[in-house]
């Protein structure tokens, strides 16, 4: 089975490009509510599952301990873009534990909010690990660590108490069985599992309902994605799609992104959860694809599913601001 074109590109009266995908929606007792495309083809679901990732700095009783509200946690399930107020709260959550830049071990990089990388360049200083943009999460590794007792050094690595924690909570979540076959390194250096795409979906559906969880797994839950719907800015950024979606509809919806064309996303009131890739990795389609899906699902909401037809449209411009194109929602997103 060939995955479905679901996102259009065009160029005057022309589709110049498309992008196939897979999109799988399901409820919490598991039953599929959309599927297109091979949905129960593995994927990487990359950054898309922070908020699972985060699960055991809320359950271990660690974010208690150093104090940590929704701008915290919101941070620990974050893809940010490196601006001033990311960072700041990257270092602060840290240094709740008694840890510095220098424990961090996700690597470095500049800024991918354009105003704040050119004032990078011009004045310095230069990039450490507070901006990468997974640093909420690793500052929530760290603290995970030294609440529990453990050495943090190594905490990104396969074996760490850090990362076998987050492995079974994962296959908790999901159902998928995750391991040394199914794992590759993602970008800030922890492991990344691929596991079916309907499985990730049903995962974030039993988040954002509590069924099939226990007491305090459904309670942090609630709490991580509360979290994430209530500071939307920490989650990603100024313009960034995760942070204008949840704009949308402050408290209905959740969404994040992940690298390489993945989406995942929850719609609490429907116990709805959705986990999407474009195939080829492109970041557009994946945005149309996404916006397209949840209009669908909130087609009981007029308003609301017009708005966010009209976010999963955009308009192309050239360097003269011509109107060259679109990226549009196709096929059975259309």
């Not at 590794?141 to 074996?159: E, I, P, Q």
């Amino acid at each position: 089975m060939q995955n479905p074109v679901l996102v259009e590109v065009t160029r005057g009266q022309m589709v110049e490009s498309r992008h196939r995908g897979m999109v799988s929606v399901v409820d919490a007792d598991g039953k599929s509510v959309m599927a297109l495309g091979e949905v129960a083809t593995p994927v990487f679901p990359r950054s898309a599952v922070k908020a699972m990732q985060a699960l055991p700095l809320v359950e271990s009783g660690a974010a208690d301990a150093y104090g940590f509200g929704n701008s915290e946690l919101a941070l620990a399930c974050a893809s940010h873009s490196g601006e001033p107020e990311h960072i700041r709260l990257a270092g602060e959550m840290a240094a709740r534990a008694g840890l510095s830049e220098a424990d961090f071990e996700c690597g470095s990089h500049w800024s991918t909010e354009f105003k704040v990388l050119l004032d990078q360049v011009r004045s310095g200083p230069k990039p450490n690990q507070l901006g990468n943009n997974c640093s909420g999460k690793h500052a929530g590794f760290l603290c995970l660590a030294c609440h529990s007792g453990v050495d943090h050094h190594g905490y990104v690595g396969y074996d760490h108490f850090v990362q076998s924690t987050i492995r079974d909570v994962m296959e908790d979540l999901t159902g998928a069985s995750l391991g040394h076959d199914n794992c590759g390194t993602d970008g800030c250096s922890i492991p990344t599992y691929a596991a079916p795409l309907d499985r990730i979906a049903h995962g974030f559906a039993r988040m954002a309902t509590g069924t099939g969880l226990g007491a305090e797994r459904a309670k942090a839950s609630r709490r991580l994605m509360s979290a994430c719907m209530a500071e939307p800015f920490y989650v990603a950024g100024s313009g960034r799609a995760c942070t204008e979606l949840m704009g949308i509809a402050p408290g209905r919806i959740f969404a994040k992104t992940g690298a390489e064309g993945v989406y995942c996303a929850a719609i609490p009131e429907k116990g709805y959860g959705i986990a999407l890739k474009c195939e080829d990795g492109a970041t557009r389609g994946a945005e149309a694809m996404v916006g397209a899906v949840l209009a669908k699902l909130f087609d009981d909401d007029a308003d609301l599913s017009a708005r966010l037809s009209a976010w999963a449209e955009k308009r192309m411009n050239n360097w003269n601001g011509i109107e060259v194109g679109t990226i549009r929602p196709a096929g059975a997103l259309a």
